[in-house]
């Protein structure tokens, strides 16, 4: 897997270079820097852990559960400073749908294949459901309602007043599974190898130079889509919640399914709900305070196409979840209700 | 109770017959018509038991999931065809809310009154929570928020798409309840008699008359329920949401309740629920696909009180059942629920 | 404590009654006049324990359970009466998500600082979750989205059918905690001390006093709401919901806080809980039916804004509740639901 990674890498990324400076399609330049994302993505995920893991549980967690996301952050600086403020949303709901449905659709599917009933902490499941309706479906659907009878820009005011309070309950929960409760959270040790793959400055190189390459594809990637757009017919929204989505958690995905597969779903789920809390209670704030930074103020007032569906996923894997157990059947619904909502994005 | 509904099916079916052809008050019509398919339905439901012992465990499964509302579908047909499309799907809601809220409701109530503390399967509680909010909320949500801002027709292939994936569903529900968890379903063997009623040859017979004289009453309903919601000031909707839906699942109710006072919350709930499965994952998208033949194409876009209405009821009864135990006060809550949004459709 | 209130009341009333004459600036009245409530609803809290206690557990619990929040009802009354039915309803939505978000997040905080796992009875819970649903969800939802389509007055006439149910459910909800499933609400017997603070002539004095003194300080602070609107820039709204909530329910706040801190989390949660459905289901019925008598009609159609802030409280704290442990970064996710919503009435 990460051999064939490596390679995938070593074509891709030359090739981009080439194909952009010889100003190939922008439909092969954009299929290029997808190709290129994914094993890009993998690289910096290995990377972050070796560092986390020469730092230590606590600074290693929280270097894990801020970086974790990096690939995404990325694109949507780019995407950000071209004022695609659309885009970045549009990638925001993909990343947390993806990872709701589709990461823990298929985690559930393919464990529950193999084993006919799968358990997990329902404690932990609890505090996440919470963590999500207050991240996602309360920090989202305030602003959308509160600023639909203004046509004034209160939303910005609005959007940066909920990003603090959401940023604070993130890093309070971290301190909860690192600190106070981190005897709950025991079982993902089981998640991080016990020895780093790389030294300290080793790893530092190796995110430096994966970072940039990323920047350069992520840029390419954002100035891309209009074209794509136009020349499949497909929308720029239903590009970013599911093909770039798709690609920049696709690390996520293959770890979290292997999880599953080895009965282990408390970490499979850690995976996939955790990268949606990431997304939703610390990329999503970031964005906001970025844009600012950027002169193109990004509220936290997404479409109602993309709040539904945020909405929805929250829902929906809080129920499959409340009962701290799984079977293919939950599974196959999760994703069952990723396509619904995708067939509806490509229909926009 | 079985001769009550005998004598009610001798009298009433001639009297129609007899009615129609004499030209009576469409009134008198609608009402004789609605006498007429409750034991209608009933019989139905009888010869379609009878033909599932025959078939053995697995097929009789089957029939029961997907012919146990036929005469739903035979009256949903008759206003499809005469494009009626708001009738149809106002006694698909009444069919949904009716099995959620006051088939259930009765059952916790009458049973609660007996028995102080009732309990269910909690997992299966659980994968129906689940299976409802797929089925009702998503698939009817995703189409009336991704339409809201398309004036143009993607209502239509939206909803065959939706309706594909739902469908799916359900027959992967049907593989794992008959199939591979079967083990899990065990107690449904007590809500079937282990002898046939009738022959298979007699249950055909019995099935084939039945269903002509419920297509007979059917279409006579469909045909008045305009001069009936004139002459008594009701909303089309309020006939097709209430009056249609209690008489189409009068069956239903006796049975459910009866199970409940002697205890058996799980076949209760298991009809009920059940039944609210089958109409929205089974009996809506063949609805779809049919309107499309007929030429009067039906989509998943309801009105949005009878979203509301839905989408509530949902919720409620997976708030009742998350814990795996009822009592009286629950019942009574999913009745008052019922009899809410009951006032709200006699006032629109 | 109980001296510092005392203190407070005798300083506040006299210069209230002082203040009113001599025309002092409304600020200060307002400033006043709320300073006035908070000891008053805990004498009246008092009293109605101590006229409780005399009339033995099942009259008692009635009283309790009725008069519990009679301060937001005289409050709610002068405000009526002016026809500022937009200030009743803030202050409706205000004690409701003030109870769910407020007064249980503060009580898991504080609770959970001191005790890592705090268990409930996960029964009264669910009991407790469908109630909310029912009272605060479907009773608000329904009206506001029957009625969208509708511009001529339904929602008075739908208001008073969903006012009737609502206030039969709740005396229900009597009945099976007070009668029929009395034993599952033993625990509840700790919160109510053994002997009577007064004998009945003395409560029933003081509760006369106190209810004048109130409804002097309420009719105050509703005539100077507008001023202390315009000169502080705050909107009405935001008063309502946030000031003028935090007030009148100051008194359960403190012994809510108590009791978690003392691992009385059953107690601490059945006051919030308890609080919020008396103020949804039983304040909010009489406050329509008294304001019909009142010649200003209210109805329960409420602002999208205030419908969502209750609308999601009730999930959250419902999703918080369901495994029937808390701990303390729960109690701050329902503070930080709090202060997300308050931001956003700020803002209005």
Same mark, same amino acid.
């Given at each position: 897997?990460?051999?064939?990674?490596?390679?995938?890498?070593?074509?891709?990324?030359?090739? @981009?270079?080439?194909?952009? %400076?010889?100003? =190939?399609?922008?439909?092969?330049?954009?299929?290029?820097?997808?190709?290129?994302?994914?094993?890009?993505?993998?690289?910096?995920?290995?990377?972050?852990?070796?560092?986390?893991?020469?730092?230590?549980? !606590?600074?290693?967690?929280?270097?894990?559960?801020?970086?974790?996301?990096?690939?995404?952050?990325?694109?949507?600086?780019?995407?950000?400073?071209?004022?695609?403020?659309?885009?970045?949303?549009?990638?925001?709901?993909?990343?947390?749908?993806?990872?709701?449905?589709?990461?823990?659709?298929?985690?559930?599917?393919?464990?529950?294949?193999?084993?006919?009933?799968? !358990?997990?902490?329902?404690?932990?499941?609890?505090?996440?459901?919470?963590?999500?309706?207050? +991240?996602?479906?309360?920090?989202?659907?305030?602003?959308?309602?509160? @600023?639909?009878?203004?046509? /004034?820009?209160?939303?910005? !005011?609005?959007?940066?007043?909920?990003?603090?309070?959401?940023?604070?309950? %993130? *890093?309070? +929960?971290?301190?909860?599974?690192? %600190?106070?409760?981190?005897?709950?959270?025991?079982?993902?040790?089981?998640?991080?190898?016990?020895?780093?793959?790389?030294?300290?400055? !080793?790893?530092?190189?190796?995110?430096?130079?994966?970072?940039?390459?990323?920047?350069?594809?992520?840029?390419?990637?954002?100035?891309?889509? /209009?074209?794509?757009?136009?020349?499949?017919? =497909?929308?720029?929204?239903?590009?970013?919640?599911?093909?770039?989505?798709?690609?920049?958690?696709?690390?996520?995905?293959?770890?979290?399914?292997?999880?599953?597969?080895?009965?282990?779903? /408390?970490?499979? *789920?850690?995976?996939?709900?955790?990268?949606?809390?990431?997304?939703?209670?610390?990329?999503?704030?970031?964005?906001?305070?970025?844009?600012?930074?950027?002169?193109?103020?990004?509220?936290?007032?997404?479409? =109602?196409?993309?709040?539904?569906?945020?909405?929805?996923?929250?829902?929906?894997?809080?129920?499959?979840?409340?009962?701290?157990? @799984?079977?293919?059947?939950?599974?196959?619904?999760?994703?069952?209700? %990723?396509?619904?909502?995708?067939?509806?994005?490509?229909?926009?």
């Amino acid at each position: 897997m990460q051999r064939l990674m490596m390679i995938l890498l070593v074509i891709t990324v030359p090739l @981009s270079v080439i194909g952009k %400076y010889m100003h =190939w399609s922008e439909l092969a330049l954009f299929a290029i820097a997808c190709a290129a994302i994914i094993p890009l993505a993998g690289i910096m995920g290995r990377a972050t852990e070796s560092i986390a893991i020469h730092s230590g549980p !606590k600074i290693g967690g929280l270097l894990n559960a801020t970086f974790g996301n990096a690939v995404e952050l990325i694109i949507a600086f780019f995407a950000l400073r071209e004022g695609l403020i659309g885009v970045v949303q549009a990638s925001i709901t993909g990343s947390i749908i993806g990872n709701l449905l589709l990461v823990s659709g298929l985690s559930m599917l393919v464990g529950g294949i193999r084993h006919p009933q799968q !358990k997990f902490n329902r404690i932990i499941a609890g505090t996440n459901a919470a963590m999500m309706l207050l +991240g996602v479906v309360i920090a989202l659907v305030i602003p959308a309602i509160f @600023s639909l009878s203004h046509p /004034d820009r209160i939303d910005i !005011k609005l959007s940066i007043g909920v990003s603090i309070v959401v940023m604070v309950l %993130y *890093l309070l +929960g971290l301190f909860f599974s690192l %600190y106070t409760h981190r005897n709950l959270f025991n079982y993902t040790e089981d998640m991080h190898p016990e020895e780093a793959e790389w030294s300290v400055g !080793k790893a530092i190189g190796v995110l430096a130079l994966a970072t940039v390459a990323v920047a350069f594809e992520s840029e390419l990637l954002v100035h891309t889509i /209009d074209a794509v757009s136009q020349q499949l017919g =497909w929308s720029e929204v239903f590009i970013g919640v599911i093909i770039v989505a798709i690609i920049g958690n696709a690390a996520e995905h293959s770890s979290a399914v292997l999880m599953a597969w080895r009965n282990k779903m /408390d970490l499979a *789920l850690e995976i996939a709900v955790g990268s949606s809390l990431q997304i939703a209670m610390f990329v999503t704030p970031v964005l906001v305070f970025l844009s600012l930074l950027l002169g193109n103020p990004m509220s936290l007032v997404f479409t =109602w196409p993309e709040l539904a569906a945020m909405v929805l996923s929250v829902f929906l894997i809080n129920f499959l979840a409340q009962d701290g157990e @799984s079977n293919w059947l939950e599974g196959a619904m999760a994703l069952g209700a %990723y396509v619904i909502i995708g067939i509806g994005f490509y229909f926009l």
